[in-house]
């Protein structure tokens, strides 16, 4: 039995507004808008992910350590080069280093690195 549930995820960026637009746009999913602040959510409202707008905020280095990931998210896709260009005409970047063969990672626009998983 669980004693918790997972009602969504909080990521650090510089821009709030343009990184829920990114995964907003890739997920489907419908945004609500705070100062410094954004949540987005599929239409059933089962989840969210919420972006808090930060100063000083620090990126990710990939694939090195200097400035950890911490985390990074796995979307499921159906065709890896099919959602490598939805993602990449979304803005996100996709660096040299690619460490598998059934997933690809990306860059966000605020330099999170995220992983296209097949289904």
């Given at each position: 039995m669980a004693i918790a549930r997972f009602p969504g995820l909080v990521?650090?960026?510089?821009?709030?507004?343009r990184l829920a637009?990114?995964?907003?746009?890739?997920?489907?999913?419908?945004?609500?808008v705070q100062p410094d602040w954004v949540d987005i959510r599929p239409e059933d409202g089962s989840n969210?992910?919420?972006?808090?707008?930060?100063g000083g905020y620090r990126a990710p280095a990939w694939p090195g350590q200097g400035s950890p990931?911490?985390?990074?998210?796995?979307v499921?896709?159906?065709d890896l080069d099919v959602g490598e260009a939805a993602v990449l005409a979304l803005g996100a970047t996709k660096p040299d280093f690619q460490p598998g063969t059934t997933?690809?990672?990306f860059l966000d626009p605020a330099v999170h690195?995220?992983?296209l998983c097949l289904s």
């Open positions: 990521i650090d960026c510089p821009d709030a507004g637009e990114f995964y907003g746009t890739l997920l489907g999913w419908k945004s609500t969210c992910i919420s972006f808090q707008q930060v990931q911490q985390m990074h998210l796995d499921v896709v159906e997933f690809r990672v690195p995220f992983c």
